[in-house]
């Protein structure tokens, strides 16, 4: 079977065999592994998983600075201090935690978060702000008369670290799946090395962005966790754990 290409798809959750292709957005990388082995699974879907889910060292989602596709959105000239209720993507917990970091522990504010499903404008005309992942993300960076807040600029400023936003995890010693490691190196290699394919793979597949942009976007994301992303994960990960738990309302429109 080929090797898919990280990066081929504008949300770029990409995996192999049984490992399972993960293109969909980063609300599958939120799930756990499903009927998969190995897979690509959110930094907090790991975390409270570490009990039956093993990292597989080397690979995973990181920013190190502005990650463009995870924004926090406002009204044109609304400070983040006074954000009193936040619209949340139903997708990447990671995210929330990082939406809530930013909001809360750097700003002061004590906003009330809801989990919402809908377009970007409905959600700014009902909220005092959005977080938008993904597609949604690249959408609202088109929107007139809205601030736009890049969540990974402001966590490299802040913690002066990477931010991991994904790790590849196992059901057991990742020793065990060293042929799919192979063929994870071989694609994020491949990848580093064609962006103008990546690029026109991710039109194709109707990213809302143009060339320009998406090339921004995708020079913007590593698929390497080194020894400084690992700082960076445990980082944002004790951050995390400062927060006071939900519950989040919900809402489906």
Known sequence: MPAST?????NRWTGWGRARRRNAGRG????????GELGLVSSVRWDRHRDRLWRVPGYGIASDGPVTDVLLVMQKGRALREVRSVALTSEAATSHGLARIVLERLHGASPRYEVVSTRPEWALAEY???LFVGDTALEARRLG??????LGAV???YAALPMVYAV???RGDPARYGFWADRVALAVGWAERHADEVVDEARRLGAPATDEDLRAYFSSIGYRVGLKEGEGLRRYLAEAGHLSPGPYGRVSA
């Open 6 to 10: 990280p990066g081929a798809r504008s």
């Open 28 to 35: 599958e990388c939120h799930a756990p592994l499903g009927p």
């Open 128 to 130: 005092d702000a959005a």
């Open 145 to 150: 008369g809205v601030e736009t807040v890049d």
């Open 155 to 157: 966590w490299r400023e």
């Open 168 to 170: 590849w995890a196992s």
